[in-house]
């Protein structure tokens, strides 16, 4: 017979053996609840006046991102969300699209690529002005992507081993790309969920039902022209030139945000008129362009007074007269040009 201490002991035992799997099974049904990333971004940073912080935690989100399980993600965005395998530049990767409904995902889920010359003759640009200055290592120089969309351009220049800054202020594009940053373990991109414009403030993005990846920025009670234009949320705009410390050496710029580049232009002076950038590749449609409060010729004489060269065809020669440019009618109501600064010589 067990004395009174040792069966308190056993009773005890038994006891701690019943209750502590019971205690697991709580704590399994009842994860932290992870904040939404959206939320978090801005919360921490998009409003602060101290633009490090912006970018410390950009960096610091994308990191802790990757390492959340899946049921800390967003179902919502999830199931909007297809991976599919993509080629560009001779560089093979993965990437995370809109499932339908978005004309750049569609081209990527049918074909595996999306503006595939202007992609290449971009990097051409770029790898000769780096041979010409005996640059040779791509992680020394930064493209920057305005309007980075799901991502085509910043995955692409970040898989050949460039250092990227990229602002898409829709959070379905941003929450995708964020993804495609995880899968291919992509470190040397710093995305910031927020538009760019000539002043720090907040304005609305719509969309078409038809092109929902495609957002467009109205500010100060514009709205679209067309009632197929969904409203989509409140963001936050914010002046590029606040970045500028974070450029590195700046090589390249693609941008491409519906009309709002002028817009951008007056928010980046010291970036894109001061700091003689060498390539500057931007679409440009006048009617949008004016739309959203810019001046479609003020914005390419600002350029040209800064030094750039246009060509509707690729960067360098042949060049291009503002006036050429207004009389083009070939090429659509939106078409992309190509800038070379004065101080590059590709030949």
Sequence with gaps: MLPTSSKFLLLLLIGMLLILP?????????????PQPHRLISSLSLNST????????????????????????????????????????G????????????????????????EDEETMKLLNAVESYMHKRGISDRKSVTILDIGAEVGWYTMSFASKGFRVVAFEPMH???Y???????????????????????????????????????????????????????RLATVSVLKLDDFADFMG????????????????????RKVFLDRHVPFILT??????????????IAYLTELQDAGYRFSMDNFGTPYVSIDQILAERTRGNNFNLFLTHSSVDLY
């Design 176 to 230: 995708m790309l964020s993804k495609s940053m995880c899968i291919n373990q992509s470190h040397d991109i710093i995305l910031i969920n927020a538009a760019l414009g000539p002043a720090e403030t907040e304005c609305t993005l719509y969309a078409e039902e038809i092109n929902k990846g495609n957002a467009h920025l109205y500010c100060g009670g514009q709205r679209p022209p067309s009632p197929s234009y969904v």
């Design 50 to 89: 101290n633009k490090v912080r912006v970018v410390e935690d950009s960096i610091r989100f994308h990191k802790d991102f990757c390492k959340w399980p899946a049921q800390y993600l967003e179902p919502a965005e999830e199931a909007k969300a297809r991976q599919t395998h993509v080629r560009s530049m």
């Design 283 to 296: 679409e440009y449609g006048p009617h949008m362009i004016r739309e959203k409060g810019g001046d479609p």
């Design 91 to 114: 560089i093979q990767f993965d990437m995370v699209v809109h499932a339908t409904g978005d004309i750049v995902s569609d081209l990527l889920l049918r074909t595996g690529t999306w």
């Design 172 to 174: 379905a594009n941003w």
């Design 249 to 268: 050496n700046l090589v390249a710029i693609k941008m491409d945000i519906e009309g709002s580049e002028h817009n951008a232009v007056k928010g980046g």
């Design 22 to 34: 019971l205690m697991g099974g709580l704590q399994r049904q009842s994860p932290p609840v992870a």
